[in-house]
């Protein structure tokens, strides 16, 4: 092991051993090298007549850049494009996020949590977490209503379990019950769980109320009183999106601090919430509140996921984090995502509007849908995947399926006056496949 990694373990053994036994073996040896950026950094504060370290062209005092591209960009100063970001991303974008993080969830404040690390966006986060928390053999507990690029990231790359739970319950509410029996069993068996929390989901669109909520976080406390080891995992990547009657924020808030055996974890980012899905940003946030040392474990922590990000993709990019930043102070960042806060909540109103006309009580239920991008409709007498490619083959409309009986929508990408229609024409394919039996 290197002395570097074996450090911050040290660090993290005298200030709560239950998260150095959270850490996988690659969690473990992970540590960031002292190596080409640390000279670089001291470089960039005193070398005054020349730096010669890291590895950029300049030209004039500043980048060397294409003046086609520059042409496209002329509204940035080049420093603020070109160069590589630090590997924790720009020191301003990561305050900013955690200033909007406190705004946003005011269960938060007086939490003590770590500054933002800036991602590749938000898979890149949960692929953070999979390298340093996902051993092979470990329980990862989800809903059996979950991102299917779950299983790639922590079963396929990471040798995780994936330990379904029952989404719902009968009545329609998040099934608190099944979640806290799997979390039990996982704890039973391993002594250590790791859990994603997605809300708003994907692809059911559910988030909790907040008695559900609260519940939730009970159940996860009872567990560690218990003496399970639990990392949570909070992927909000639809975060903000909440139409109607249910949590307001993320469950981070309630988690952290809350217990010696839990580590939350925070994942989210620009990507959906400022609707710049091509500029890859996200961020990862750690809350440990239990040491004496409030500083130690997080920035144990920080380190070791600034070794992989170093490892695996260097750093992320520039120019995607100099606009996010851009929009974050503008004046009119704010009522311009409550715009399309608006748009999207009118679509989702109108699906269910749709839904409850009792038209297609013939053809599927649909489950509980409150937020974020999509719903689900329960098929009756028809398969999901052959329902897809007919739609797709003889209607020209695209759908996912995601188990035998389950079609989800995404009402995200369909303008409130084309809903009707759109799903008059799901309506219509189902029932001709089903009478051809």
């Given amino acids: 092991m290197n002395p570097l990694a074996k450090e911050l373990n040290d660090h993290i053994l005298e200030q709560n051993p239950h998260v150095l036994a959270m850490l996988s073996d690659l969690g473990k040896n992970l540590f960031f090298p002292k190596g080409i950026l640390t000279q670089s950094a001291e470089a960039k504060e ?3 007549k020349f730096n010669a370290t890291i590895g950029i062209a300049t030209e004039n005092g500043g980048p060397m850049y294409l003046q086609c591209i520059q042409d496209k960009l002329g509204n940035f100063d080049p420093k603020d494009i070109y160069p590589y970001a630090p590997p924790a991303g720009k020191p301003e974008l990561r305050a900013l996020w955690r200033e909007k993080m406190l705004r946003e969830n005011p269960s938060q404040q007086g939490k003590h949590f770590s500054t933002p690390i800036v991602t590749n966006a938000l898979t890149h986060g949960l692929s953070i977490v999979g390298d340093m928390f996902v051993g092979v053999g470990d329980h990862v507990v989800l809903p059996d209503m979950f991102w299917g690029n779950y299983n790639l990231t922590f079963g396929t790359c990471n040798g995780g379990i994936i330990k379904k739970h029952n989404t719902f319950t009968p009545d329609g509410g998040y099934d608190v019950d099944a979640f806290r029996a799997a979390l039990q069993a996982t704890a039973a068996e391993k002594g250590k769980a790791v859990v994603i929390l997605n809300f708003p989901n994907n692809p059911s669109g559910y988030t909790p109320t907040v008695p559900e909520g609260d ?3 009970a159940a996860i406390l009872d567990v560690a009183n218990s ?13 903000g999106l909440f139409y109607e009657d249910s949590m307001q924020e993320s469950l981070f808030g309630k988690l952290a601090n809350l217990h010696p055996r839990i580590l939350a974890i925070k994942l989210d980012g620009a990507t959906k919430e400022e609707f710049v899905w091509g500029f890859r940003t996200g961020f990862i946030t750690f809350a440990e509140g239990h040491s004496e040392d409030k500083t130690m474990v997080l920035n144990a922590l920080e380190k070791k996921a600034m070794g992989i990000i170093r490892a695996k993709i260097s750093n992320c990019p520039h120019p995607s984090q100099t606009f996010v930043i851009e929009a974050l102070r503008s004046p009119n960042f704010i009522a311009q995502k409550q715009e399309k806060f608006e748009i999207m909540k009118g679509r989702s109103l109108a699906v269910k509007e749709v839904l409850n006309s009792g038209k297609f009580n013939d053809v599927w239920t649909y489950y509980p849908f409150n937020s974020g ?14 329902l897809r490619l007919y739609l797709l083959d003889k209607y020209g409309v695209g759908t996912i399926s995601t188990n ?3 079609l989800r929508i995404a ?3 369909i303008a409130a006056q084309d809903i009707p229609e759109l799903f008059d024409i799901i309506a219509k394919a189902t029932r001709e496949l089903a009478a051809k039996g």
């Fill in 373 to 386: 991008y999509f719903m689900c409709l329960k098929l009756k007498g028809v398969e999901a995947e052959p």
């Fill in 46 to 48: 005193k070398a005054h």
């Fill in 227 to 239: 003496g399970c080891n639990i990392v949570v995992v909070t992927d909000d990547a639809y975060f």
């Fill in 215 to 217: 519940a939730i976080v």
């Fill in 411 to 413: 009402f995200s990408c």
């Fill in 404 to 406: 035998k009986t389950d």
